[in-house]
């Protein structure tokens, strides 16, 4: 967090910071309140424990800047990386994402081999059965303009919190399906390569996420077959108000 608002603080534009608890047991909210110390650019929102995609949904919903990124808690990809996205607004793109994928250099800092290897077969699969053209669709790290936003995460049908709180953690690819309905609504995408450092606190479990993942995917294919996704009525141009909202999912 102090990093964070320390960062933003130094930018030309206006900032929001969004932080969404997913249910925690720990002392997250009292200490991210802590260290906001009354500031009203920080905004906390409690949710029950539904898992990183509708804690994401939420705080991407309530954002009011007019570009709203999200990124992971832990700074995996440093804040400092959306320096790499915000100029592809200003060339029209829609949603701007970053990857870990296509920049010529090392940007899986501290990976190990097993999880890289995982991660390419996931992204082969993906391109083969939901999202052609895009080399790394799970980065945490993505920026979008609000009315983006606004019209994707409420079509989403998976992770929607419909089935109420769960147990345990959750790593799931809604991803996919947010891209996945970006491409079929003609918003214009441009993937960005950005450093990203593992973190040995990763919940990832190699076997039950893996299935769940390819799971989500197929999901997402299936709904689209059954013509369950409402493609029409895309949003008017988006406006010029430059302010960017950052959205730190716990």
Known sequence: MRRILDYLSRQPYTFEVIVVDDGSTDRTVERVRA????????????????????????????????????????????????????????????????????????QRIGEPFYRHLMGRVFNFIVQFIA???????????????????????????????STGPIQGSMVTAFDVELLFLALKRGYKIKEVPVEWYYSNESKVNPLKDSWRNLRDVLLVRWNDLLGRYDYSDKPASPPSERQVSNLGEQ
């Open 131 to 161: 999202v052609r053209g895009i080399q790394d669709t799970q980065c945490g790290f993505k920026a979008m303009r609000r009315e983006a936003a606004q019209d994707l995460f409420p079509r989403l049908r998976l992770h929607d919190g």
């Open 35 to 106: 260290v906001a110390n009354g500031d009203p650019r920080v905004i906390v929102i409690e949710n029950p424990h539904y898992g990183k995609g509708y804690t994401v949904r939420t705080g991407m919903l309530a954002a009011r800047g007019a570009i709203a990124l999200f990124t992971d808690a832990d700074l995996s990809t440093p804040i400092e990386e959306i320096e790499r996205l915000l100029p592809y607004f200003d060339e029209g793109y829609d949603v701007v994402i970053g990857s870990r994928e296509g920049g010529g250099r090392n």
